[in-house]
């Protein structure tokens, strides 16, 4: 992100690197010499959480801004669901059979990309979680439509990279899981959600929460695959247990393939 607005003070930057060139003296190497804003040690203390958390909201913000996304369809998905290709390094034989997602994401982002460059490019921009598995599977069907794709990574305790299909200037990073859930939805016009683990349906159920408690409004919420969503969750069986309503079930479809979930979205009632 460039600013090139003209300023009447000298910039930021400039300081930093004037900073810099400053002789070493006991006075200078002090940290409470440096720069507030130029000081990690400063800012990652937990005094400054709030200010990160702002830093977090604003900086993709700003940026989804200057590349002129205005709206999203968003995959959420198993990190471990391998390519087709690749299911013989699959952990369990269910898993590699799962690898069949990955073909139907990638399709159905393609399919999305291909809407979004009909309409400019600006709007029903796919965005994923920026990992391997379904994520990657997203963001490759949009490279392959020609179209850009967001990528929300999250720092973890094990090493995680942007997969290669992610378009570069959309590549963000997060701390904060809650400040990468709002970005994940601040946007979203439609939510498809694939098979996948306690980060997927971590996912989901936050966002079927939204909906239900109308924090947010009602968009196309598409689960892939009826044989794992029923055997993972009972959802009549909430229904009938009255922790939820019969009206609930109806927030979500169930689809099978891409040509499914691309239809039903396109037949979604309004809201």
């Given at each position: 992100?460039?600013?090139?607005?003209?300023?009447?003070?000298?910039?930021?930057?400039?300081?930093?690197?004037?900073?810099?060139?400053?002789?070493?003296?006991?006075?200078?190497?002090?940290?409470?010499?440096?720069?507030?804003?130029?000081?990690?040690?400063?800012?990652?203390?937990?005094?400054?959480?709030?200010?990160?958390?702002?830093?977090?909201?604003?900086?993709?913000?700003?940026?989804?801004?200057?590349?002129?996304?205005?709206?999203?369809?968003?995959?959420?998905?198993?990190?471990?669901?391998?390519?087709?290709?690749?299911?013989?390094?699959?952990?369990?034989?269910?898993?590699?059979?799962?690898?069949?997602?990955?073909?139907?994401?990638?399709?159905?982002?393609?399919?999305?990309?291909?809407?979004?460059?009909?309409?400019?490019?600006?709007?029903?921009?796919?965005?994923?979680?920026?990992?391997?598995?379904?994520?990657?599977?997203?963001?490759?069907?949009?490279?392959?439509?020609?179209?850009?794709?967001?990528?929300?990574?999250?720092?973890?305790?094990?090493?995680?990279?942007?997969?290669?299909?992610?378009?570069?200037?959309?590549?963000?990073?997060?701390?904060?899981?809650?400040?990468?859930?709002?970005?994940?939805?601040?946007?979203?016009?439609?939510?498809?959600?694939?098979?996948?683990?306690?980060?997927?349906?971590?996912?989901?159920?936050?966002?079927?929460?939204?909906?239900?408690?109308?924090?947010?409004?009602?968009?196309?919420?598409?689960?892939?695959?009826?044989?794992?969503?029923?055997?993972?969750v009972d959802w009549q069986m909430l229904a009938d247990a009255g922790t939820i309503s019969d009206e609930d079930l109806s927030l979500f479809r169930i689809v099978e393939t891409a040509d499914e979930a691309l239809e039903t979205i396109l037949n979604w009632p309004e809201s």
């Open positions: 992100m460039t600013d090139t607005r003209t300023h009447a003070f000298r910039h930021s930057q400039q300081d930093i690197a004037t900073a810099r060139k400053i002789p070493e003296t006991p006075q200078t190497l002090s940290p409470t010499y440096r720069l507030a804003f130029a000081d990690p040690d400063f800012l990652c203390q937990d005094a400054l959480r709030p200010v990160r958390l702002q830093l977090e909201l604003l900086k993709p913000e700003m940026a989804m801004n200057e590349a002129g996304v205005t709206s999203t369809v968003v995959l959420f998905g198993g990190a471990r669901i391998p390519a087709p290709e690749r299911k013989g390094s699959a952990r369990t034989p269910m898993l590699a059979d799962l690898s069949r997602f990955y073909d139907e994401a990638r399709r159905f982002a393609r399919r999305i990309t291909e809407i979004s460059l009909e309409r400019g490019g600006s709007e029903w921009v796919v965005t994923t979680g920026g990992g391997p598995g379904v994520m990657e599977a997203g963001n490759r069907g949009a490279a392959e439509a020609g179209g850009k794709s967001i990528g929300l990574n999250i720092v973890l305790p094990h090493e995680q990279a942007p997969n290669a299909w992610v378009t570069p200037e959309l590549s963000f990073n997060f701390h904060y899981f809650a400040l990468r859930k709002m970005h994940f939805l601040m946007r979203a016009r439609a939510v498809a959600v694939f098979p996948g683990g306690f980060g997927t349906l971590d996912e989901m159920f936050e966002t079927l929460t939204l909906i239900q408690t109308g924090r947010m409004r009602r968009i196309p919420f598409i689960l892939f695959g009826k044989a794992f969503w029923e055997r993972v």
